[in-house]
C-alpha cells in the first residue's frame, strides 16, 4: 500500500502570498494531522481532522486553516505568508484520531523570500 | 510548548556501541511514543509504550518508563551507520493530540 503523500515537495512564497499544501492519508486512515517543524525542533502540532470534522487546533494564528475531504485527502493552506512561516509542513494519518501511532508523509519545504 | 524534552541534545558514537536517549514530559500521559526522523524527511514511528507498561522490545530497541519520574529512555543496541538520525518521543495531551520533544540528534560513526 501506499504511504502518506505529500504535494509539492518544495515551495518557495514571497511573503504575503497565499500557499496551499496537499496530503493523501494511507488508504483507510480517516485521521489527518498537519504539523510544522522549523529546522532543529520538533514538530509543532496544528490540526487534526478526522472523518471530515476538525478535532484539534494548535496555536497557530487563522491564516492558518486546513479541511478534510470525502476522501479523507487534507490541505492546509496559510495566508498572508511572513518569514517565520518558513519550515518543514509534515502531514500525518492514522486510523482514528486517539493518539494512535502516526504515519507521516516526507513534508512540504515552504520557503519564504 | 513542548510537553518531553529529549537528552542528550545530540550524540555521536562508534558503529557497533549502544546509544541512550531520553525524555523527559510534565504531565500525566497515556502513552509515550519514539520516532525516527532522517534529515529532510518525514518521521517514522518506532515504538509506543503504555502508562502501565515498564519495558517495551522492537528487534535492538528497547524502550523503558518510569512514570514516576515522568521519564523514559531509548536504548539502540549494537548501532548501524544507518540508525544516524534525529530521535523524538512524543506523548498525547488530554485532547489526544501528540506534544513533541526536540529531539536528540544520533551520529553514528563508522
Known amino acids: 500500500d501506499a504511504g502518506v503523500t505529500q504535494s509539492p515537495t518544495h515551495l518557495i512564497k514571497t511573503r504575503g502570498q497565499q500557499v496551499t499544501l496537499r496530503c493523501s492519508p494511507i488508504s483507510g486512515h480517516k485521521s489527518v494531522s498537519w504539523y510544522q517543524q522549523v529546522l532543529g525542533q520538533g514538530p509543532q502540532f496544528i490540526f487534526q481532522?478526522?472523518?471530515?470534522?476538525?478535532?484539534g487546533r494548535g496555536n497557530f494564528p487563522d491564516r492558518f486553516s486546513a479541511r478534510q475531504f470525502p476522501n479523507y485527502s487534507s490541505e492546509l493552506n496559510v495566508n498572508a505568508l511572513l518569514l517565520g512561516d518558513s519550515a518543514l509542513y509534515l502531514c500525518?494519518?492514522?486510523?482514528?484520531?486517539?493518539?494512535?501511532?502516526?504515519?507521516f508523509g516526507d513534508g512540504t519545504r515552504l520557503s519564504i523570500l | 510548548s513542548q510537553q518531553g524534552e529529549e537528552d542528550p541534545q545530540a550524540l555521536s558514537i562508534q558503529e557497533g556501541e549502544n546509544a541512550t536517549m531520553n525524555c523527559s514530559y510534565k504531565?500525566?500521559?497515556?502513552?509515550l511514543q519514539w520516532y525516527r526522523q532522517n534529515s529532510g524527511r518525514g518521521l517514522v514511528h518506532l515504538i509506543l509504550i503504555r502508562s502501565n507498561e515498564r519495558e517495551k522490545h522492537s528487534g535492538r530497541l528497547r524502550v523503558t518508563l518510569d512514570t514516576s519520574k515522568k521519564s523514559s529512555s531509548l536504548l539502540i543496541t549494537a548501532s548501524r551507520a544507518a540508525d544516524t538520525a534525529s530521535y523524538f518521543c512524543a506523548t498525547p495531551d488530554s485532547n489526544y493530540q501528540l506534544i513533541w520533544g526536540a529531539g536528540t540528534k544520533l551520529i553514528i560513526k563508522p
Open positions: 481532522y478526522y472523518e471530515k470534522e476538525e478535532r
Open positions: 504531565t500525566s500521559i497515556n502513552n
Open positions: 500525518a494519518s492514522s486510523y482514528s484520531f486517539v493518539a494512535q501511532p502516526q504515519h
